[in-house]
């Protein structure tokens, strides 16, 4: 066999594992099972949250069957010897267009203050769950890993003091931890925030947000055991984006005091987040003793700092496949990337190897060719497969479809621009070079991005440095050690791209051309590309068929559809609201020969926002049962203003929306119960039993229409039943769940009253 035929085959077999290892990149980083050695136990955090979610009822904010959770909590705890605080606040919150409800934190000091001025963590989790499922994942794994780590820690005395703080209201608005960091008097006392919580039911945990600075976040990585995965990018991300969690109030410019903090989840499963299915059945065991062990050396390693004065400073980190983390301070990435291409840019000249266009031109058309592959992809999958391109029911098919394409496009481009002088130093200076320049551009634009390069061009110096010295093999053994160590640091990212952000993440797949392109520089195959190209091929297309015949949705996959019955002026409606058209079965289901059919309209004449668009609705017969009255207590009107006290009277209802008519007919003021509330055109939310009977004063312009009521109650009733009945298993209601709908308009409400 000539070299160039073995080339061949070595090329074809390192392009079909970086393939074959993208595609189940995921594999890599799951989490551990749980050690029966480890302090973290597992089983017992388990048991203790199975006798605490009791039938695993829906249980948000102030029910009935929150009640019963937080009951059994307390239980758990004072049987392992704690003495638990339960802080009552009626709590309403300007953010999220403004919201109220009483909340009920739960906290306990795990490990008590020995003074009264000592400063300590906070473990933080939620007990509250959305109205649509049971929150085994979120966040009763939270306050398991809560309950577990204190059971642990009791009883240190090397330690300062950890308050257990879990938190309620988190689903509606993160009230709970609002209410705790502004008006309750232990937050004084806390210092640092080890939060857990999640968005799915499965995977490893992550460590997706710290304070910042974050040296003193970075360094509270768990250093045994299986670390977290983390990266200043993702964190970067996270925080560009408008997500929440109870830690972001204690992060918050204005909040009365500084933390250092850790946030942690995981997000794997995501189909069930916020369903039915967020249950103990499907609830990963190994991903709550990943978050265990991870949230234990975050509270182990706040705790036991000495309360030192020098000032915290800014880290790059990223996790080695969640067996690690590499920190560096921040200044040392742009460092590397300075050094290194400086470095590259000396090995062009020392080698002579600077000239040629082909060689400068292959890495960046290969990484540019390859992203608008994958995007052209997925935007292609997402048009055939009508539900998006993301495939929450196989990830691994869709990852593995964009990084084929994303590894073959790379390959043809390198291929066509590699030349054929037989010239492999310069192709490959010239790529780490422009390496560092995405790095450095990446440190302008979004500096957490460099952690993607850092470590390979770290190693990559010393090929730069070898080809310094001439000594070219050994260049090339760097260059290929580096791009190992290139894969090794970027492996899970564009997999949980493609996991937290969808098909909006397909770019990512792009990283992968930068690996293929290198492969096809240090192993030559002129004139044998046929075998390479032909099985690459025959890869990405059996991974995009793989993707077209899977089902996009299953029963451990779901969709969303949530039922709405509603009564609103315009009469009464069935909804069926999810991303897509719902299912025949459902659409003919539960439908009367007086009813109308389905259209996917806005007949609800309603002008609060929640309602105003556009669903698969139809008219019905039955009206859906809440009962509600509204009581003028005193209307004063002036020349210019109106002031009204009205008494809502919604024995049955759980939730209200309460929004003015138009948005320039704001109101001036608005109190709930006597809590004051910043009108938004958004209109207030209230959560909770305290929607049943409440005192509600509104301030505004004479002659202004006053706006509307949206009033909910939970479930549906046995008129709307076998609707619910019709829903495939593949479904699921999604967030607030089935539930009944009365849209009151305010002024014929009041004017109907005797
Ligand atoms: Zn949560």
Known sequence: MTQTARNSIILTLALGVLTIVCTFSLWFVSPPSPDPDHPFNTDAAVARLTRILGDERPHSVDTDANDAVRERLLTEIRSLGFDPIVRDDFRCTAHFGGICARVQNVMFWAVPPTD??????????????????????????????????????????????????????????????????????????????????????????????????????VAALAKSGRTALANTLSSDIYDAMPNDTDLSRFLDNDAPRQIDGTNFAFILGDSFYHTPG???????????????????????????RPMSSAPEGTRLYFDVLTRGVISVPAWSGLAIILLSGLLSVAGLVRTGTWRGWRGWALLPAAVIAAGLGAVALSV??????????????????????LSAIAILIATVIAMILRGRDGDQVGPLLKSWLWLSVLGGVGWILFPGSVTIFIAALFVASAAMVAALLK????????????????GLVNLPMPGFALAALGGMAAPFAALWAIPAALLVIVIPTEKKRGLPLVSLGGLTAALILAVLILPTYTENAPRGLTIRHIASGAGNFVQLSGRAEPPQVMMESGRSSSDGPYTYSNLLEATIPAFTRDRWTRPTTTTPDILARVEVISDTVSTESRSLRLRLIAPTADRLHLAPALADAMWTTLSVNGESVVPSRWGLRIAGRTTRDMTIDITLDANQPLGQIAITRFGLGEDIAPIAAARPDWMMPRQEGDARVLLLDLDAAISAQP
Do not use: C
Not at 278 to 304: M, P
Not at 474 to 485: E, H, K, P, R, T
């Open 278 to 304: 967020d249950n103990l059945t499907n609830l990963d065991r190994s991903t709550v003793f990943h978050s265990g062990v991870n949230a234990l050396a975050s509270v182990e390693s706040f705790a036991s």
């Open 471 to 486: 000594k070219n093999r050994l260049a090339i053994n760097i260059s290929i050690l580096a791009m190992f160590v290139f």
């Open 380 to 401: 292609a999958l997402g048009a055939v497969k009508s539900s998006g391109a993301y495939s929450p029911a196989h990830p691994w098919a869709l990852r593995g479809a």
């Open 116 to 217: 009264d001025t000592a400063q300590g963590v906070a473990l933080m989790s939620h007990y509250d769950s959305v109205p649509a499922g049971p929150g085994a994942g979120d966040d009763g794994a939270g306050v398991a890993v809560g309950l577990e780590i204190a059971r642990i820690i009791k009883g240190r005395d090397d330690m300062r003091p950890v308050l257990v703080l879990i938190t309620d209201g988190e689903e509606i608005g993160l009230l709970g931890a609002e209410s705790f960091v502004y008006s309750d008097p232990l937050a004084a006392r806390i210092d640092s925030v080890v939060n857990v919580e999640a968005r799915g039911v499965r995977g490893p945990i992550s460590m997706f947000q710290t304070s910042s600075p974050n040296g003193n976040d």
